[in-house]
């Protein structure tokens, strides 16, 4: 019996390392574009106008240049094939850019917070800002929350983690300039208070949302387990395969955007070694080719047999007695 054929009817493949770093960098020289226009024009701007708000949103968008350019270069080594130092590939640069993008955004959320507590201190020191702050705000706001929406899209089609953290760091830029937006307009008219104000939340937002993809990317480099749908789905594709009875110790570790799987696999007793290997190649070649699976590590056992694996060696050798 050889099982040395896949079915016709498996998924395609999904996106290799190449097209998502060329995505990843198609995406990132637009947001390079129109953040680095931005933060020139809002610093420019916020000067001239007195505005704190203006002032913090442009170095928000200068912090995403910074962003920018650590994915451009997370990217770049991601896509790189695996060697002797690295056998399972470099996906996990990806990982490693969240936690960057994470971090920069919580020292820039925090850095705002302690300028608009101290601005909050002496309120009769807050100036009245010119209307120009204004239509600098209200421009920010189109273009952030536009490279949000095509930075997405395009996350969404590569199934890029990096690439999503990327597009909800212009989210969170679009929502900054619509708090600063509302400050200056009450600046505006008479309350000068609220420009600080606007900055005080920019910056809360902006930290709270730096914390959550730190600890996200964090728990991934700690070899987090794939989500319970993901591994019910791989499961149901190894019990597809024709002579595979059972599956049981299911293994799953993020490694970047792919996943790293072990598994056991139950095959008929009575098969040869050659056999049950060619199941458990058929096997994995399914999986790799409907899911998202850098590799399928694969362990061959008797149907219906004590699975001696995990026992103590001593109690293992009594059982085959």
Known sequence: MKFDQIEDDQEESPHSAQERAAAASRSTWVSVAINLVLSCTQVGVGLFSRSQ?????????????????????ASHHSKKDADQDHPYGHQRFETAASLALGLLLLAVGVGMLWSAIAKLQKPEAIPQVHVAALWVAAVALVAKETLFRYMLAVATRVKSSMLVANAWHARSDAASSLVVGIGIAGNLMGYPILDPIAALIVGFLISKMGWEFGWDALHDLMDRAADELEVEAIRRTLLETPGVSGVHD???????DLIVVDAHLEVDATLTVEQGHDIAVLARQRVLQRHRVLNLMTHVDPWRRPDLDHVPA???AGQLR
């Open 53 to 73: 708000g203006l002032i913090a949103d442009g170095i928000h968008s200068l912090s995403d240049l910074v962003a920018d350019f650590v994915v451009l270069f």
């Open 250 to 256: 299911v293994r799953t570790r993020k490694m970047g």
């Open 314 to 316: 001593a109690e293992a």
